[in-house]
């Protein structure tokens, strides 16, 4: 009776330890939301937000992944992307530094070091970013000619640069937090926060667009018959996989007894997720905004044209933007995925793969398929970010159901879905292990 209730009482701690990890992702979440509207001192909040309205979907785009807060010029304008950008440069010089290969290859010693470099990283790059958006907001007037920034000066840059940089370790630092004490990577859910924070007031002014007249009836059942398709298309792609059969020689008694068994390997599609799109568009967003602000006013007409072929939706942005996609998703498989590591293992634990020899042969074989998943992969990623793109920019539809912010939203819910679960399912095996322990004693 007593191992019984034991056994209860420790099911039930196992459900309060996940109930106590989604409210902790509640309520970071809720502290992220509450710093987006913390501004930085010195700025008009109407006239950035009519600076915003006015730079069309370079400046959505911005404030959209930062939550809304680029509008009100917050602690947390620029959001986690400094803290991406950082991780995938030390990620790649990983790849061909020696002393930082060397460094990936210590364990949970060498990983510390590789999050401290990314850590100096992310504050040179939040500082840099800062300080060109406060240098670049001091020359900028919103409709009406009133000006940004009441007082411009060293002051304005200096306490936009600590507020911006501090407000961006302390969104890694959160990050972190819900990565170890919550449930899903933290980062991703902080963007997912704020996209989704933007949802309500698209989908209102969706309807009034619809009750307006400006967008038929038609047109809005096919936004929503597209964003249902889009959804589906990219559960179906995160969740495919191409699976390798192995074949395992296990001894089942004497010398000479053997017993084939045979598995798989799965490797799936897109296995870089949302990392290429996200970097590409950090990677695009701040030179295509400073030729926004510093080119608004400049007689150079390229400069002009350049501005204006950096927009979102537009031919150049949007080639280049595929291009980025596609190499960044083809070199981040690279990093988290080796071949030749797997082919190893394999061969370790006596598997191999049916015609091919174990070793070289087999990495060769692996590589060749990573290869040929990931080009799909790659362009799958493609066409989902930039076929909503063209029918919002068609229609006008607001940002909020671009693509890579679905795919995004997406992949993150997923994800968070499929954590969730295994903590469930987790949870049930100890306690079947426990009544099957209990009635053996």
């Not at 210590?106 to 510390?112: F, I, L, N, S, V």
Request: charge should be positive; glycine fraction near 10%.
């Amino acid at each position: 009776m007593a191992s019984a209730q034991g056994t209860s009482l420790g099911s039930l701690g196992k459900l309060t330890e996940l109930r106590q990890r989604i409210f902790f992702v509640i309520g970071a979440l809720i502290v992220f939301r509450l710093g987006s509207f913390i501004p930085v001192p010195g700025v008009n909040p109407e006239a950035m937000t009519n600076l915003i309205e006015q730079g069309g979907g370079l400046m959505n785009m911005f404030n959209m992944f930062s939550g809304g807060s680029l509008a009100r010029f917050s602690v947390f304008a620029l959001g986690v992307v400094p803290y991406i950008s950082a991780s995938i440069v030390v990620q790649m010089m990983g790849s061909v530094i020696p002393s930082l290969q060397a460094l990936r290859k210590e364990g949970e010693a060498g990983r510390r070091k590789m999050t401290t470099y990314t850590r100096f990283g992310t504050v040179g790059l939040a500082a840099f970013q800062a300080f060109s958006i406060a240098m670049a907001l001091q020359k900028q007037t919103a409709l009406g000619g009133a000006p940004v920034v009441y007082t411009p000066g060293m002051g304005f840059v200096m306490s936009s640069v600590v507020g911006l940089t501090a407000g961006t370790m302390f969104l890694m630092w959160l990050g972190e937090q819900i990565t170890e004490r919550g449930i899903g990577n933290g980062i991703s859910l902080l963007i997912f926060a704020g996209i989704v924070s933007g949802l309500p007031g698209a989908v209102a002014h969706t309807l009034t667009m619809a009750s307006n007249g400006e967008l038929s009836v038609i047109k809005m059942i096919m936004v929503v018959g597209l964003i249902l398709a889009v959804t589906a298309f990219v559960v179906f792609m995160e969740r495919a996989q191409r699976r390798i059969t192995v074949n395992y020689a296990r001894r089942s008694g004497g010398q000479r007894a053997y017993m084939n068994q045979t598995s798989h390997l799965p490797l799936k599609i897109n296995m870089s997720g949302v990392i290429p799109p996200i970097f590409a568009s950090s990677l695009l967003l701040f030179p295509a905004t400073a030729a926004s602000w510093f080119g608004a006013g400049h007689p150079a007409r390229w400069v002009q044209e350049l501005t204006q072929a950096l927009t979102p939706g537009e031919p150049l942005y949007d080639i280049v933007f595929a291009v980025l996609v596609i190499t960044f998703a083809f070199f981040y498989t690279a990093i988290v995925f080796n071949s030749q590591e797997t082919a190893d293992n394999l061969k370790r634990s006596g598997a191999l793969i049916p015609g091919i020899r174990p070793g070289r042969s087999t990495a060769d074989y692996i590589d060749n398929v990573m290869t040929r998943l990931t080009g799909v992969g790659a362009l799958y990623l493609v066409l989902v970010c930039l076929v909503p793109s063209f029918m919002q920019k068609a229609w006008h539809v607001p940002f909020y159901f671009g693509g890579t912010s679905l795919l995004i939203v997406v992949v993150v819910v997923m994800d968070f879905t499929a954590q969730v679960q295994a903590h469930l399912v987790s949870h049930q095996y100890e306690s079947l292990l426990k009544k099957a322990n209990l009635r053996r004693n």
